[in-house]
């Protein structure tokens, strides 16, 4: 488990974020080291988009960076992610990409200082080395409910599953998902789900 968090930093109220993933610490950390690891240059590619008028992306990446700020307590951001969509489809971003970069960078620096700070531990998940149909289906079940959400849980629900299969015959299978999990492809890992769902169910 994650060393005692902060309450906030500039620009992050991390007490928000981690109640919104139900006091998982550990899942808030993971969740924050992807945001800093895929999203480095973001407010760059907005600014690209809108120079070569495209306009059309530029307003996606605004509207996802707002979603993803919403889930991890970055509440001025995701309000500036909303300033900025709308001003780019009113077509006057000028001054709302100007607010945006300057609450992103805050944000950034205040992720990669709470990660600097952090000295995580890895918890030593119980070994199940006969998977028990009456637990891993539902499981699966919960998993997939929130792929096909598109919730920010599903890493949660994912975490959950690698764990109860750890050492099982199915553990190689679900591991392989993980890649697909942290670059928030659900769509896939939703199709190699519903896969082995069919193969445990034919058994």
């Not at 707002?66 to 992610?81: D, N």
């Not at 001054?95 to 992103?104: E, K, S, V, W």
């Not at 409910?145 to 199915?170: E, H, I, M, P, W």
Request: glycine share 4%; net charge negative; proline share 3%.
């Amino acid at each position: 488990m994650s060393e005692k968090l902060p309450r906030s930093l500039p620009c992050l109220d991390v007490q928000t974020g981690i109640k919104q993933l139900e006091g998982n610490k550990d899942l808030y950390i993971k969740l924050l080291k992807k945001f800093v690891e895929c999203n480095q240059d973001l407010a760059e590619k907005i600014a690209d988009r809108l120079e070569q008028n495209d306009d059309k992306k530029a307003r996606i990446l605004a509207h996802s960076t707002k979603g993803i700020a919403g889930s991890i307590g970055a509440t001025e951001l995701y309000l500036a992610s909303a300033a900025l969509e709308t001003a780019i489809m009113q077509g006057e971003p000028e001054n709302a990409l100007h607010d945006f970069t300057i609450l992103f960078d805050t944000v950034l620096q205040s992720i990669t200082a709470l990660i600097h700070d952090q000295k995580e531990k890895k918890p030593t998940p119980a070994v199940a080395k006969n998977w028990d149909p009456d637990f891993l289906f539902p499981l699966l079940e919960e998993l997939e409910s929130s792929l096909q959400a598109g919730d920010f849980k599903a890493l949660q629900c994912y975490t959950n599953l690698q764990r109860y299969v750890k050492g099982t015959a199915v553990a190689e299978e679900v591991n392989r998902w993980e890649h697909h999990i942290n670059l928030f492809d659900y769509r896939q890992v939703a199709e190699q789900l519903a896969m082995l769902r069919m193969k445990l169910r034919n058994r």
